[in-house]
């Protein structure tokens, strides 16, 4: 696996500004994709059992509103770091904010949970669009424009860097001592990448540069009076309109509650001088097209997740499983006569085993934690029969005996293991070309990620279909080969789409603009809580990934047809 020291000096005379801003983003997404590993599976744990009790479809529903919020407040924050506070000053606030809200999750109360989410939302909106315009900024000089595409691959590789740990972290932690050291796991990650920002500033501050107005700009507060109060007023009315447009109400108020922002956007393409308005017109295609992308990637929270803990074979080979069982890394399901009994006892023994839980004392030290020990006796017994159900009987384990299992969480290590592995091929592919000067548009990799990433859905239909309709259970290699597919899009899309907005952004909004990029992300993690939603619905499974390849198949053709006119805007930048 290459190390991120290697992919750094494969591209000689990078700015040093781009190490600080790698490692920052990687501690930065250690906190935030901890976090987002086991968000479904602690919404849909007992609330016993430390989670939060919630059923399947409130539990996608909060999924993709939280997803859809994370990346809408950064067009806030972009605008507010254009025109006020400055990036760095953005950046330490935003990543403070989302630290209080990781440790506010580790405390089990609903109450906290939701003002937990609030923050990590607010801290993101600071956070985001901002590191990523700092990468951008660092490329401006002619001499370095050349490199831009490939010194955001690399800052994309520090991001999965920290994705990639980060699951081990939460699945230790979860094993050995619940889903509130977790949590505090992620804040402490968050802190330790703003205390790197900080100390390494003196690198960066050369290019924090406040953009002044130009004659005609709109003042920052008619903006935001333009767009974020008629966003919540849209928002209210989107949750107030009798039934559901869009399947739940919140589902309606947040799609009501972007149109303000959208049509900014549209406001600000149209009454923009004429080179900027083709620029900002040729941004919000893409961003439209990127929208379908990230309803699918984002699934691998939600759907995915869900894929991997009841339908994915995860037993330990007994080569690691001693190994990990001795280190607390392993899952154990065990199989005794309450989980093997019939469905009407099973249910009556869980029934009974609650109201002794519910009757017991709790009130010195020694009687809590009995009454924490007995109830994860009880998740303990829940879990092993839902991974039973759909497991071969002749792989059960006889009564007494338990099987090892690898951690759910670390199935989200897949996606981050290929970024690390396939980011340095991707830059070289794409330097070889360069040398031929025959590598493709910034525009051109985007439509390329989107069929890419289509394919991946049909190696999940592969998936489906060797369970035989979910009577058994599949390969783990089924995700790891999704994954990897979708790597390769996403690798030819995601940092390429913050290239892009660097690239073709008026200097005075790049931003505000790059806000405009993470709406899009917004609008399509909304939509991949929506999807995921859908999941039970689909009596064929198979169906339900058929719908995921049709939809971003679709956004990758009209890309493609896009392509004459996105390059020519391109050309006359002369960008390439």
Not at 528 to 536: A, C, I, T, V, Y
Not at 553 to 558: D, E, K, V, W
Request: glycine share 10%.
């Amino acid at each position: 696996m290459a190390t991120p020291n290697q992919a750094l000096t494969q591209e000689a005379s990078h700015p040093k500004g781009l190490y600080i801003l790698f490692f920052t983003e990687m501690w930065e997404r250690f906190g935030y994709d901890l976090m987002l590993g086991i968000f479904s599976l602690y919404m849909l744990d007992g609330w016993n059992n430390g989670g939060m009790g919630f059923d399947s479809g409130k539990k996608s529903d909060i999924y993709g509103t939280y997803l859809g919020l994370v990346y809408l407040t950064p067009f806030i924050g972009g605008l507010l770091a254009d025109r006020i506070l400055g990036y760095r000053r953005s950046i330490v606030l935003g990543g403070l904010m989302m630290a209080a809200g990781y440790f506010c999750l580790s405390i089990h109360s609903e109450t906290t949970f939701f003002i937990a989410l609030g923050l990590v939302i607010c801290g993101n909106g600071f956070f985001k669009p901002n590191i990523s315009t700092l990468v951008g900024n660092l490329y401006s000089t002619d001499e370095l424009k050349s490199k831009k595409d490939a010194g955001y691959n690399i800052f994309y590789m520090g991001i999965n860097v920290g994705a990639f740990i980060c699951n081990f972290v939460a699945a230790y932690m979860r094993i050995n001592y619940g889903w509130g050291y977790a949590f505090a796991a992620a804040g402490v990650g968050m802190l330790v990448g703003v205390t790197i920002f900080i100390a390494g500033t003196q690198h960066i501050k050369h290019v924090d540069v406040v953009k002044p107005l130009k004659d005609g700009d709109m003042p920052t507060a008619k903006i935001l009076g333009l767009t974020v109060l008629p966003m919540f007023i849209f928002g209210i009315l989107g949750y107030l309109i009798p039934g559901n447009i869009l399947g739940t109400d919140t589902n309606d108020a947040f799609i009501f509650g972007c149109l303000p922002v959208i049509g900014f956007f549209i406001y600000l393409a149209f009454t923009a001088e004429a080179k900027e308005s083709r620029a900002i017109k040729a941004l919000l295609a893409v961003f439209t097209c990127v929208i379908l992308f990230f309803a699918i990637f984002h699934q691998n929270g939600d759907a995915l997740t869900i894929w991997a803990e009841d339908h994915t074979d995860r037993k330990m080979p007994e080569s690691i499983s001693t190994t990990a069982n001795s280190i607390g890394m392993a899952q154990v399901v065990v199989n005794n006569d309450i989980v093997s009994s019939d469905e009407n006892t099973f249910n009556a023994t869980i029934k009974s085993m609650r109201e002794k839980e519910d009757a017991m004392p709790a009130v010195t030290k020694e009687e809590l934690q009995a009454k924490g020990e007995f109830a994860g006796q009880i998740g303990q017994l829940e879990k092993s029969r839902k991974y039973f159900e759909s497991l071969p009987g002749d792989q059960v384990p006889p009564k007494g005996q338990d099987l090892k299992l690898y951690s759910t969480e670390l199935y989200q290590s897949m996606n981050p293991f290929w970024v690390v592995v396939l980011t340095p091929l991707v830059i070289g592919f794409f330097g070889f070309l360069r040398t031929l000067n025959t590598e493709p548009s910034t525009p051109t990799k985007i439509a390329i990620g989107l069929i890419i990433t289509a394919l991946s859905s049909l190696v999940m239909v592969g998936a489906v279909l060797s369970t035989n309709n979910l009577t058994g259970k599949a390969g783990s290699f089924w995700l790891l080969a999704s994954y990897g597919v979708i790597t390769i899009g996403e690798l030819c899309l995601s940092p390429m789409g913050l290239s892009l907005v660097s690239k073709l952004s008026p200097p005075r909004i790049t931003a505000l603009m790059m806000g405009g990029f993470f709406l899009a992300i917004s609008v399509g993690n909304k939509l991949s809580g929506m999807l995921s939603g859908m999941w039970e619905g689909f009596e064929h499974k198979e169906d339900f990934f058929y719908m995921n390849f049709g939809l971003v198949l679709a956004a990758g053709i009209l890309l493609f047809l896009m392509l004459k006119w996105l390059n020519g805007v391109m050309r006359e930048n002369k960008l390439f």
